[in-house]
C-alpha cells in the first residue's frame, strides 16, 4: 500500500496556486476518513476511501480546460483517466486504482451506491460542497433526507447545520 501523504502531496502539486481546489480535497478527505472510522470500514476499503476522496475532483483541471465546464457529469468523464494516471506513477495496485476510478467515475451519481465506500465518498463530498456553497437550509434538509444514509454521516450533517 503506498502512503496516503505521498498522494496528497502529489495532489497539491497537481493543483499548485488553486487554494480552492486543494482545500476542498483536503476536507473531503478528512470527512471521508472520520466516517470511515465511525462507520468501522476494514482497513482495505478505509485505505481507498481515503484515496478516492484525495483524487475525487482530479477531473476538474482538465473539464475546464477541454471543456469549459467542470460539471459533475463531465467530472466523473474525465476524472478516472486521471486518477489512474496519477495513482499507477505512484505504484498502487490494480484492484485499488479500479475502484477508486469507478468511485471518480460516478462520485455525482446518487441513485447507483453500491458498497460503503461509495455512500462516504458522497456524503463527506456534500458536507464540504454544502458549507461551500452556502447551501440554504431547505436544500440542507433536503440533502439530508435523500442522500445521508450512514449513521456518522447523518450525525455530523446534523451537527454541523443544526438540524
Do not use: W
Not at 478527505?29 to 478505509?46: P, Q, V, Y
Not at 478516472?80 to 460516478?106: K, S
Amino acid at each position: 500500500m503506498q502512503r496516503t501523504e505521498t498522494l496528497v502531496k502529489e495532489m497539491i502539486t497537481y493543483y499548485s496556486g488553486d487554494p480552492k481546489r486543494i482545500q476542498h480535497f483536503i476536507k473531503v478527505h478528512s470527512f471521508a476518513k472520520t466516517i470511515g472510522l465511525l462507520e468501522k470500514l476494514d482497513k482495505h476499503t478505509l485505505y481507498t476511501l481515503e484515496t478516492a476522496a484525495l483524487v475525487h475532483d482530479i477531473g476538474i483541471k482538465l473539464c475546464e480546460q477541454k471543456h469549459g465546464d467542470c460539471s459533475g457529469k463531465l467530472q466523473e468523464l474525465e476524472g478516472p483517466a486521471a486518477a489512474r494516471e496519477l495513482l499507477e506513477d505512484l505504484g498502487y495496485d490494480e484492484e485499488v486504482m479500479d475502484r477508486v476510478c469507478f468511485l471518480v467515475a460516478h462520485h455525482h451519481t446518487y441513485d447507483k451506491v453500491d458498497n460503503m465506500d461509495y455512500q462516504i465518498l458522497i456524503e463527506a463530498d456534500f458536507l464540504v460542497n454544502m458549507y461551500e456553497e452556502k447551501t440554504d437550509k431547505k436544500a440542507i434538509e433536503h440533502a439530508f433526507q435523500k442522500i445521508f444514509k450512514t449513521p456518522s454521516g447523518r450525525f455530523l450533517c446534523k451537527q454541523m447545520f443544526e438540524l
